[in-house]
């Protein structure tokens, strides 16, 4: 059995096609890349650590998938690390990124797509890999968000 070391791996969630946060994970494994990751991180990306700056774009586009909310922990530097909340499970695909480093998920706040996209590259990478995950899946999958 694979092993999952993402927060929330056992999240029982499903979307309409039925694959859960961990379907999600091992397709997104192979479509995260630099180009996909947060400018200002992305001199540190790679393939050892497919996760790193991906945390918004993967958020959102999950929460285009699940519904539910984006959250943010914060990181003490006026940055967030967004991740999913859906009927009270919480799930974050892009959590390797901080290694053993433990997050502390409770009491975090809601972040808004319009806040997070008012910045164009980010929207930009947010509609690249969603335009990849839903040629490897079928384009219908996302038409109803």
């Known amino acids: 059995m694979k092993a999952y070391r993402f927060y929330g791996n056992g999240a029982g969630v499903r979307d309409a096609a039925g694959r859960t946060p961990r379907d999600y994970y091992d397709l997104l494994k192979t479509l995260w890349c630099a180009d996909t990751c947060a400018p200002r991180m992305r001199g540190d990306w790679s393939a050892e650590n497919p996760t790193l700056g991906q945390c918004s774009i993967t958020a959102f586009l ?49 972040q808004r797509r319009e806040v997070h996209f008012a910045k164009e590259e980010k929207r930009l990478r947010y509609e690249a890999l969603k335009a990849r995950l839903m040629a490897r899946i079928g384009s219908k999958a996302l038409d109803s968000h």
């Open 62 to 110: 999950m929460q285009d998938l699940y519904g539910g909310e984006v959250r943010g922990v914060a990181l003490g530097d006026g940055n967030y690390h967004c991740f999913n909340v859906v009927e009270g499970i919480a799930f974050d695909l892009t959590s390797e990124q901080f290694g053993e480093k433990k997050l502390d998920y409770e009491d975090c706040p809601v």
